[in-house]
């Protein structure tokens, strides 16, 4: 039996535990590519190893999408306005970022990762989870973890981070703190001790709002967090703050969730009469995108492959798919989605259904606009998603959705 069979029969053993109740403890691998978008960009470009690289918006109102570790140095950090980085080092590598090129790094990855083990959980573009609860009876963690990471770095060229612990919140934790290009391990009695002496905006749900909150209470270690009644934050925060409390205290349950590359969500529409009216199929095409794309920033996701499919007046069904650069915004899905649709609609009959769908989901939300020259593309998605969340998905969107919404709603 070779080593990828017994993988299997190992996971597939481990997963029947988990089925039956069984308690043991947790092994969890969580692997961070460092600063993906410049460590990909340095394989290709070898002048760039060594250098403060910023990678984003080219505009002074665009924003720094990732930077490398010499242009942190210089106060520079992800979603900092371009032009207070240029002020910050204006030697520094500007480089606008290829998001295609980026996806197509993130899959290589992925597709290792999926070679070896069939239960892990892509989190984000580059980020990954993978349960070895029980591998010690078989191999030993640790081990086969840093197999698993010598190998992405041998067939990629780039950098990769790791932690090792009994949750997904200190394997996280742990790996930022083996960055740059390091590894980790916390066993379960070095927990506490690991973490009590960290700040507190070390832990994955406290953001900037809350870190400054937490800091005016003078809350700045994850120790004193941890030593204060959960009752407090539950109070504070809701249920985000006892949840809070219990991952400073080491406390966190999430599963790893199977990582499906078919993974997709999708809608469609049948007309009410058959129709070769391009501009009508158009512009319910949009319509269908808008509402999947307002679906997937709710599910904060991201899609990498986006789907259409016609179904002709006789029933022939016809669908066409294209892999795309990760994405949740309405305005790079829609011109792909009719694009498909062109090189699809190509017998001139009539049509009576047009569906969408994204698959390859991704965790993630959309990284400030990305390689926009501007911020205002965010600022506007994020508006038009709190007025639809208070009032309802269909309270907004583009001018020919709506009217399409008004013309089938005279119709009926």
Request: glycine share 6%; proline share 4%; with cysteine.
């Amino acid at each position: 039996m070779n080593i990828q069979a017994k993988n299997d029969v190992f996971f597939m053993k481990n997963n029947n535990r988990r089925q039956q109740g069984n308690n043991e403890p947790r092994s969890i691998l969580h692997l961070d590519q460092d600063t993906f978008f410049v460590s990909v960009e340095r394989l290709h470009n070898n002048r760039l190893k060594g250098m403060p690289v910023v990678i984003g918006g080219m505009g002074d109102r665009g924003v720094v999408a990732s930077c490398s570790y010499e242009a942190r140095q210089f106060g520079i950090h992800s979603a900092m306005p371009m032009g207070m980085a240029r002020q910050l080092c204006s030697g520094a590598i500007y480089i606008r970022g290829d998001m295609d090129l980026y996806s197509r790094y993130s899959d290589m990855v992925t597709s290792i990762i999926a070679d070896r083990v069939p239960l892990f959980e892509k989190s984000s573009i580059d980020e990954h989870y993978v349960d070895l609860t029980g591998m010690d009876r078989f191999f030993g963690c640790r081990q086969w973890a840093k197999e698993l990471r010598q190998t992405i770095m041998k067939e990629t060229g780039l950098p990769v981070s790791m932690g090792l612990s009994l949750n997904k919140t200190i394997a996280r934790i742990a790996t930022g703190e083996a960055k740059p290009n390091g590894q980790l391990e916390v066993a379960s009695p070095e927990v506490i001790p690991f973490l009590d002496p960290l700040s507190i905006r070390k832990i994955p749900m406290i953001g900037p709002k809350t870190y400054h909150n937490l800091r005016n209470m003078g809350i700045a270690t994850i120790r004193t967090l941890r030593n204060i009644p959960p009752e407090v934050f539950e109070n504070m925060l809701g249920k985000n703050g006892r949840e809070i409390w219990r991952r400073a205290n080491g406390i966190d349950n999430s599963p790893v969730l199977p990582w499906n590359r078919h993974k997709s969500i999708s809608t469609e529409t049948t007309f009410s009469n058959d129709t070769i009216n391009t501009t009508h199929i158009s512009n319910t095409l949009l319509h269908l995108c808008e509402q999947l794309a307002y679906k997937l920033r709710n599910n904060q996701q991201l899609t990498g492959c986006v789907s259409v499919k016609i179904r002709y007046a006789n029933f022939d069904t016809h669908t066409l798919q294209q892999n795309i650069p990760y994405t949740s915004f309405d305005h790079l899905l829609i011109p792909a989605c009719q694009e498909l649709f062109r090189r699809l609609y190509n017998r001139r009959m009539r049509i009576r259904l047009v569906g969408v769908r994204f698959s390859r989901l991704v965790r993630g939300v959309q990284q400030l606009n990305m390689f926009e020259d501007t911020t205002e593309t965010a600022t506007l998605y994020q508006a038009i998603d709190k007025m639809r969340n208070k009032y309802g998905a269909g309270i907004l969107g583009r001018a020919a959705g709506k009217k399409l919404i008004e013309l089938r709603n005279n119709n009926e």
